[in-house]
């Protein structure tokens, strides 16, 4: 069983991978089974682990659009995952994002609600305006719990630091970033799946993804 402290800096790599690492290693587009023919390079089977944990999260909704691209994969021990936006676009820049994190043992460890709170916590930790966070209840798909919630921040920075990956600091002008969330409770594995846009930032009482629209943004690809 993992400790308190191993599942809380687990909550840290959700936020802070997609922010820094995830946009100095992009995935060639290549790879990808996505894109229309006269859009994409070229269409290739993704690799065997990032089909499984796109088959999965599509069962709760979570499918890229077509014209999305893989824009990388990795494991990094227990935790695997998966990020697709558009094609013409990139993880240092990007106004859509599906993304998809399981991580292996931790359903015994951490009720997926608990899981959904401590990103919310965490998220908040990198957002210079308002978090906002809104627990939409609970659901059941082939025998596995899941919660769901709508999370974002008013104003999020975009700022890269210089590393072997990264040749120079830069900073954009920061957007604001919401998204709809799924925490699923596997047999053993956790995951964690949301699609996300990024766009001007925006007020507190007006985001752009609420209680009442979210199914509609969902169901638009």
């Not at 060639?28 to 499984?52: A, C, H, L, R, Y």
């Not at 709760?60 to 990795?74: I, S």
Request: contains cysteine.
């Amino acid at each position: 069983m993992k400790s308190f402290a191993a599942i809380k800096l687990m909550l840290g790599l959700v936020c802070l991978v997609p922010c820094a690492l995830l946009s100095a290693k992009p995935y060639f587009p290549i790879n990808t089974i996505f894109g229309e023919d006269d859009q994409s390079i070229g269409k290739v089977e993704m690799p065997k682990d990032v089909q499984q944990l796109t088959d999965f999260a599509s069962k709760f909704g979570f499918l890229p659009p077509l014209n999305w691209k893989l824009a990388f994969h990795e494991m990094q021990g227990d935790m695997f995952m998966a990020e697709f936006i558009p094609a013409n676009e990139t993880l240092n820049d990007w106004s859509g994002l599906v993304c998809m994190q399981g991580f292996k043992g931790l359903a015994n460890d951490i009720e997926p609600q608990k899981f959904l709170d401590g990103m919310a916590d965490t998220y908040a930790e990198n957002c210079d305006g308002k978090v906002i966070y809104t627990v939409l209840g609970t659901s059941k798909v082939e025998g596995l719990n899941a919660v769901h919630g709508i999370l974002g921040c008013t104003v999020m920075p975009n700022i890269h630091h210089a590393s072997i990956f990264v040749e120079k600091d830069f900073a954009s002008i920061p957007k604001g970033e919401i998204g709809f969330f799924t925490v699923v409770s596997g047999s053993q594995d956790l995951y964690l799946l949301h699609k996300s846009i990024r766009q001007a930032v925006f007020r507190e009482n007006e985001p752009p993804i609420n209680a009442n629209n979210y199914r509609e943004f969902m169901a638009n690809n």
